[in-house]
């Protein structure tokens, strides 16, 4: 245990990260996925990384688990250097792909029976260490049903429970809802609190803005390859959109002179379809209130801002 007083060392330390690919003109050119990428994970806490589709997250999850390399940074975990102790490093990880890369033609215990075997836990202890994964994940009375006759929530939870059965004290989740229905993300969602209040340092990649809500302690905000923004959901919030917005409703006219009263007013906006949301709209003064209200013809809806605010803002793309 740490000394009173001290941080903890973080379970992942990612710093200076760097992925490059040829771009799809072709002609030598060269496409930055990962453009100096920094992360830091504590260990008992969930990072999320949320970003949308593109913005570098699963290439990242790959440069960490050793399956892709990285032509620039470092990677440590718990001070183990990816790139030079790639076995022991890749020890201490769980790691669960966003695909569903298990053997359907196998029962679901047969599954972490390989994965048992490929993580070399002693004989004696495997049949103990499957059954604890199997009851992390609630699969107990499905173990001996083929993984393809298993519904989609069913598979991932073994896919999680694939990797939590060498009880690792990182976990890697690549979009790990994606895909799911309400309820069995909801599910997903309490087993990985469970991981997290146990100890467990998790890194979670996602573009669902209510599972970063719900599960990060600490957010990184990731587009284009780069880190754009990191912290606490409230504290993200509070240093890019305030705590008030106005959304407006009306043709694209008015919300385009919303959108100008918000400027001249150092306000920044976000569109949503048929609407305009001004933000940090607590800091406007009165006057702003009543022009942007009478070039919309009419009030607008007020409403606390959000997380979905910030990564708007900040990634420049709409959520969904």
Same mark, same amino acid.
């Given at each position: 245990m740490s000394a009173p007083g001290t941080v903890a060392a973080p379970a992942l330390s990612v710093r200076g990260l760097v992925k490059e690919f040829p771009a799809p003109s072709g002609g030598g050119a060269r496409f930055r996925a990962v453009d100096g990428l920094d992360l830091a994970v504590r260990p008992g806490s969930c990072l999320g990384l949320l970003g949308p589709n593109g913005a570098g997250k699963s290439t990242t999850m790959r440069m960490i688990t050793g399956l892709a390399r990285p032509d620039r940074g470092s990677i440590e975990v718990f001070g183990l250097d990816v790139a030079?102790?790639?076995?022991? %490093?890749? *020890?201490?990880?769980?790691?669960?792909?966003?695909?569903?890369?298990?053997?359907?033609? $196998?029962?679901?215990?047969q599954n972490l029976e390989i994965t048992a075997a490929l993580q070399r836990i002693p004989r004696r202890s495997r049949a103990a260490a499957i059954d604890a %994964?199997? *009851?992390?994940?609630?699969?107990?009375?499905?173990?001996?049903?083929?993984?393809?006759? $298993?519904?989609?929530?069913?598979?991932?939870?073994l896919l999680i429970a694939r990797g939590l059965i060498h009880s690792p004290r990182l976990v890697l989740l690549d979009e790990p809802t994606v895909g799911l229905d309400p309820q069995v993300r909801s599910e997903l969602w309490t087993l990985i609190d469970k991981l997290r209040s146990e100890g467990v340092a998790v890194l979670m990649s996602t573009h669902y803005i209510e599972e970063a809500e719900r599960l990060a302690d600490d957010v990184a905000v990731v587009a284009k390859g780069r880190v754009v923004a990191t912290g606490t959901p409230a504290a993200l919030r509070a240093a890019h959109v305030g705590e008030q917005a106005l959304e407006y409703y009306g043709?694209?006219?008015?919300?385009?002179?919303?959108e100008s009263l918000a400027a001249r007013a150092g306000a920044a906006t976000r569109r949503t379809g048929p609407a305009v949301s001004v933000l940090r709209a607590e800091a406007l003064h009165v006057d702003v209130r009543e022009e942007m209200r009478a070039a919309a013809l009419g009030a607008p809806l007020e409403r606390v801002a959000t997380l979905e605010d910030v990564f708007v803002l900040l990634t420049g793309e709409q959520v969904g």
């Open positions: 030079t102790e790639p076995k022991r %490093a890749r *020890a201490q990880m769980g790691v669960v792909p966003q695909e569903e890369n298990l053997d359907f033609d $196998l029962t679901a215990r %994964a199997l *009851a992390v994940a609630q699969l107990e009375e499905k173990q001996k049903v083929k993984v393809g006759k $298993l519904s989609g929530g069913m598979k991932r939870r043709p694209p006219e008015r919300l385009e002179a919303v």
